[in-house]
């Protein structure tokens, strides 16, 4: 059997560059985490993190916010519109949904875990 021991695109045959590689995952975080309109946070307090219940977005998230939602995707999960704010609180207090798994995972980002 052969090992190999460089990565290859099957399209291209080349090998990925770290610095283009390093750009299109930023380029797909901004897209991954894009709007338009308004959105509320609706997770747990972080003052010195730059996160408040209740914070509100326009047309997109800050930088610091957004590589914050890269290294913690469920914090985009409950950065919510408007007209979904009464059934993400009612999901939020459900064990077990998605909404309440989400905000586990952010509590935990938040104190300092993976």
Same mark, same amino acid.
């Given at each position: 059997?052969?090992?190999? @021991?460089?990565?290859?695109?099957? /399209? @291209? !045959?080349?090998?990925?560059? =770290?610095q283009e590689t390093e750009k299109t995952n930023t380029r797909a975080g901004?897209? *991954? #985490? =894009?709007?338009?309109?308004? *959105?509320?946070? +609706? %997770?747990?307090? &972080?003052? /010195?993190? %730059? +996160? *408040? #219940?209740?914070? !509100?977005? $326009?047309? !997109? +998230? @800050? ?7 890269? &290294?913690c995707p469920s914090l985009f999960a409950l950065i919510v519109p408007p =007209?979904?704010?009464?059934?993400? $609180? $009612?999901k939020l207090t459900e064990k077990g949904s998605a909404k309440h798994q &989400?905000?586990?995972?952010?509590? /935990?980002? +938040?104190? !300092? %875990?993976?």
């Open positions: 059997m052969e090992q190999v @021991t460089e990565t290859t695109i099957p /399209k @291209t !045959g080349s090998i990925p560059n =770290s901004v897209e *991954r #985490f =894009s709007f338009t309109g308004p *959105r509320i946070y +609706l %997770g747990p307090n &972080a003052p /010195k993190k %730059g +996160l *408040r #219940f209740g914070m !509100g977005f $326009r047309d !997109g +998230l @800050t930088k610091d916010i957004q590589e914050k939602c890269e &290294a =007209s979904e704010v009464m059934e993400c $609180r $009612r &989400a905000l586990i995972a952010v509590e /935990k980002y +938040l104190k !300092g %875990g993976e």
